[in-house]
């Protein structure tokens, strides 16, 4: 590899070739300031915040995008590079409505950091923010193009990572904007409203449809008994709303705040995720002997459900006809809750907290009432819970930790990890192979199946028989899998597919400005939270057992069917 | 009119444009004829000697551009010829692929033999609908007859050119975004590196020159750099095409040697101001251009002594402005065109022009201040230093260039005064 020297503001400093400017300042602490500039994006250089000069250079440089060279001299605090910078961030602030006290994103806007850092007091150029209509036309996306600034990063995420291209940039100079074809509504477009694009749009131009006051009124209804229950991937999430590090395990805080809001009972949706294994892990089985569909396709994943209705709509006899976790619990809190607690389903208000958005869709389908009630009633994402907690003035970091409450609360290791990616066919191969061997598995952990890569391929011996699985890791890699089962290329079983990247923990209604980094340190605390319980195989939960034994019978049994599974294919969006 | 010297032009208007026969009775195709008999190292030597530099705004030395090419190993390599000709007041293009399309087709097809290229590209603007028509026609008399298309005169090599065109955005003239358009894509510059030569059209090692720079090559092929470098200056060799539009009595193009003087162009050749009006200033390059005054006419058309006086020659053309005219009406102008021509895509660019604008109009309607002076000036240097590419990087050049020379006009119209009495302020405003 070749060294390259230079200077970075009279010092000296030797990186490897092809590093960039931004990149070689960052090593000797030089803070060049950034705004479109994403670290697991490509470099685009279109806001040019980051000019910085080099001498001999006759126009200023992005930091970001310029490689260096031997013998470089980079001046990041020049005059000249000191007011181009303040002059463009001024130029994007006059075309940005500031209204940041009343912004979603007011304290969490980089924008607006970037307005502070600069120390920006008053701007030479006139407003010429054009208010457009926000797009609330979903139930789980809002688009307010208004504030966008056009960095570009959501159309790279859905076109790049997802595949979908449900927006793009449009028009040129001052009506040059991040748009969907034709300029239509996003409900009207392909998009799988999966919320990635949440994610990392730098200012409030993107975020979730907020249902904070629906279960506000809910809990202060003192004749309706609210439940929630919150997905695998929140408990490592939620502590980064409140400045715990990434991936930070709150588990017993989250639970404590959730009952602080006044929640009269705070279940886990890891307890039907052990019930989802049961089913699907079963419907696995009857289609391998009974000649079923195959590869069976996981269904948990609904910003991936959608994307499957609009794409492969022929493909769709390969999914699980399991639902969710999410809805199987609003089914069963309508159905044996109900029955046990003795409170009539129609009281029972249902809230799941889901680091998607997607979900708000998915709760919100027309089928998903089985037991003659909607199996959930309201969803926040992580984001929401988060203002929940901030707008009640619950001290998240000095709660002390709470348990879930039972029954709907007792989950297992193998419930836990359907936040990773991977962590489904992980659970199911564990309970699959018991069940088929009759024999206690040696090793747990299936080391093949978890981590940030795009597709991962395992073979595992089941009593004789070799299943080979497949996991597809955000949706244009789904796309791959779901050509090659097209053209017959594909002798996977089984497989799993998490539409958003590194699955649920880096949802599209996690905390603003999810990064891989972060999903990195969620995936290894959702091992480590596994790794810790005491139970880690689902079929050996002893109240899904029992829900079982006193209620659904046995697995795929008549009840089963009528409450947990559902049929997908119509395009309901 | 002896100042006049048409190496590539004296053709125009002579010939059937789509005539093989004719082309070739005018001594057309011995470029070509010679070039296959040569070793592609010898022809690239033959325009580097020549000194001759890209035509089409930014003066590249052709002769580099084309070993660099040379020397990139993978393939396969494309031939695009720009004549996406948006810059005002800018009309060569449109003479020489109009007239003498066939001298275009052989300066690609000598490309194309020196870099074992079997496609050239050549983007014709939308505007040009015409145009389009007859180079096709003379592409495929070019075919028929063997200077194109599949085994040239008997050799080996094959070439072929495919029309391609935009809807009219005046950034698909950038050379990358006119890539991105060949493609299909929106029209917007790429970022560099990787530069052109190494990732170009479809990914692929590309040679993009102007429809001027390609129809000099027979010529220089033909008669060698010698022939070519006796004309022009030390450091600017060989002929120019200047547009001359504007307030000027003989507007149109005009191939002269370099070294020729502003002022010989506007007064000579151009016949000077009409209706008895007295000269203003003069833009040169265009609106991406920057203006000149009376002082600066004895400037030479040259690299060398346009970049002393801080100009640059740009695309050749030449608005001529007499003093009927006011410089923040002419600004405005200039300006409303960058609004409707910016890709978007950069910040300086999208945003900067629109305040420019508005900062404009205060000067106009008697609202300016002197605070606006120096947002103006910061503004200016922000867009010129920290655009994405050449569009917006030169569209404050002309209010800088006029800021220079006519200071005291931006601060007559802060007093609200206009001398061409242009600019209606509107009464007790400020």
Request: glycine fraction near 10%; include cysteine.
């Amino acid at each position: 590899m070749k060294i390259i020297n230079l200077t970075i503001n009279n010092q000296k400093i030797s990186v490897p070739e092809n590093t960039t400017i931004l990149e070689a300042a960052k090593k000797i602490g030089v803070v060049v300031p950034t705004l479109c500039f994403h670290p697991d994006q490509s470099i685009k250089a279109n806001c040019r915040v980051c000019l910085v000069e080099v001498k001999g250079s006759k126009t200023l440089s992005t930091a970001c995008s310029t490689p260096v060279f031997e013998g470089m001299e980079v001046h990041t605090n020049s005059e000249l590079a000191r007011n181009a910078r303040k002059t463009v961030l001024e130029l994007i602030l006059a075309n940005h409505p500031q209204d940041c006290l009343i912004c979603i994103r007011n304290n969490n806007c980089e924008l607006q950091s970037l307005a502070n850092t600069f120390g920006i007091r008053n701007n030479s150029f006139s407003s010429v923010v054009e208010r457009k209509a926000i797009d609330l036309k979903n139930p789980s996306l809002v688009r307010d193009m208004s504030k966008c600034i056009k960095c570009g990063r959501c159309v790279e995420v859905c076109s790049e990572i997802q595949g979908i291209n449900a927006i793009t940039s449009g028009s040129r100079s001052k009506e040059f904007e991040i748009t969907t074809a034709f300029n239509k509504p996003i409900n009207e477009t392909k998009c799988v409203l999966c919320g990635q694009c949440s994610l990392v749009c730098p200012v409030g131009a993107i975020y979730e449809k907020e249902d904070i006051t629906r279960v506000q009124a809910a809990l202060d209804n003192p004749d309706i008994h609210v439940v929630v229950q919150t997905a695998p991937a929140v408990r490592v999430s939620i502590g980064e709303e409140f400045g715990l590090a990434p991936g930070a395990v709150s588990t017993g805080k989250l639970v404590a705040a959730l009952h602080r809001l006044g929640f009269n009972k705070v279940f886990d949706t890891d307890f039907s995720a052990d019930l989802t294994i049961m089913e699907e892990g079963n419907e696995l089985l009857e289609r391998l002997q009974q000649g079923g569909t195959l590869p069976m396709i996981t269904s948990c994943s609904p910003g991936w459900i959608n994307y499957i209705e609009q794409f492969y709509p022929e493909l769709i006899p390969h999914l699980s006809t399991c639902k969710s976790p999410q809805q199987m619990f609003g089914a069963l809190a309508k159905t044996y809750y109900a029955e046990k607690t003795g409170i009539s389903p129609d009281k029972i208000f249902v809230v799941s907290i889901m680091p998607c958005i997607a979900k708000k869709f998915e709760s919100a389908r027309p089928e998903m009432n089985s037991s003659g009630f909607r199996d959930v009633d309201a969803v926040l994402t992580t984001r929401e819970l988060g203002r929940m907690i901030t707008n009640a003035f619950i001290d998240f970091n000095v709660l002390i930790d709470e348990e879930f409450d039972a029954p709907l609360g007792i989950s297992t290791g193998a419930g836990v990890i359907f936040g990773a990616s991977g962590g489904v066919m992980e659970a199911a191969l564990r309970t699959v192979y018991e069940i088929v061997t009759k024999e206690e598995l040696d090793k747990l952990d299936f080391e093949e199946v978890r981590g940030f890569k795009g597709i991962k391929e395992a073979e595992v011996n089941i009593g004789g028989t070799i299943l080979k699985v497949a996991i597809a890791n955000s949706l244009k890699n789904a796309r791959i899998i779901l050509e090659k089962i097209k053209t017959g290329e594909c002798d996977y079983k089984f497989i799993e597919v998490m539409c958003c990247p590194g699955g649920c923990i880096g949802g599209g209604g996690q905390p603003f400005g999810t990064k891989n980094i972060t999903r990195e340190a969620r995936i290894k605390s959702i091992y480590e939270i596994d790794k810790s319980m005491p139970l880690r195989k689902s079929h050996k939960n002893p109240t899904i057992l029992k829900l079982y034994d006193e209620f659904l019978g046995k697995p795929l049994s008549h009840k089963s069917h009528q409450l947990l599974h559902t049929h997908y294919g119509k395009e309901s969006k | 009119m002896s100042k006049i010297v048409e190496l590539i032009t004296a053709d125009c208007g002579k010939i059937v444009p789509d005539s093989i026969d004719e082309y070739v009775k005018a001594l057309g195709f011995e470029g070509l004829k010679k070039a296959i008999t040569m070793n592609p190292i010898d022809i690239i030597s033959e325009i580097k000697n020549s000194k001759i530099r890209g035509r089409g705004g930014a003066a590249y030395p052709c002769g580099s551009k084309w070993e660099h090419l040379y020397h990139i190993e993978h393939g396969p390599k494309y031939i695009v010829c720009n004549g996406d000709e948006g810059e005002p007041g800018t009309f060569k293009d449109k003479l020489l692929l109009g007239k003498n399309p066939l001298k275009v087709i052989e300066g690609m097809a000598i490309a194309g033999y020196v870099f074992g290229s079997n496609d050239g590209y050549i983007y014709i603007r939308g505007e040009y609908g015409n145009i389009q028509k007859i180079f096709q026609k003379a592409i495929d008399n070019a075919v028929t007859n063997g200077y194109l298309g599949e085994n040239i005169l008997g050799t080996t090599y094959s070439f072929n050119i495919h029309i391609t065109t935009g809807a009219g955005a005046y950034v698909c003239g950038e050379n990358s975004a006119l890539l991105n358009s060949i493609e299909g894509k929106p029209g917007r510059p790429r970022i560099k590196p990787p530069h052109l030569a190494e990732v170009g059209l479809f990914g692929k090692p590309t040679l993009v020159n102007n429809v001027e720079t390609f129809s000099y090559i027979p010529y220089i092929v033909k008669n060698g750099a010698e022939s070519f470098t006796q004309y022009g200056t030390e450091d600017s060799k060989g002929t120019k095409l200047v547009c001359l539009s504007g307030n000027v009595v003989n507007r149109g193009v005009y191939e002269v040697s370099f070294g020729i003087t502003l002022k010989e162009l506007i007064f000579d050749i151009g016949g000077g101001i009409p209706k008895g009006k007295n000269f203003k200033m003069g833009q040169i390059g265009g609106p991406s251009g920057l203006c000149f005054s009376e002082e600066q006419l004895d400037t030479k058309l040259c690299y060398s002594d346009l970049r002393s006086k801080g100009l640059g020659i740009g695309s050749g053309a030449i608005i001529v402005i007499d003093d009927s005219n006011c410089i923040i009406d002419y600004l405005k102008c200039i300006t409303e065109f960058f609004i409707h021509e910016s890709c978007g895509k950069c910040t300086p660019c999208r945003e900067g022009n629109r305040q420019l604008l508005i900062l404009l109009n205060r000067f106009g309607n008697g609202a300016a201040s002197k605070e606006d002076l120096e947002t103006m000036k910061q503004l200016s240097s922000t867009m010129t230093f920290g655009s994405f590419c050449g569009l917006g990087q030169t569209a404050a050049k002309a209010f800088l260039s006029c800021y220079k020379n006519f200071k005291n006009e931006f601060e007559n119209h802060i007093g609200k005064k206009c001398s061409a009495a242009i600019c209606k302020f509107k009464e007790g405003e400020i």
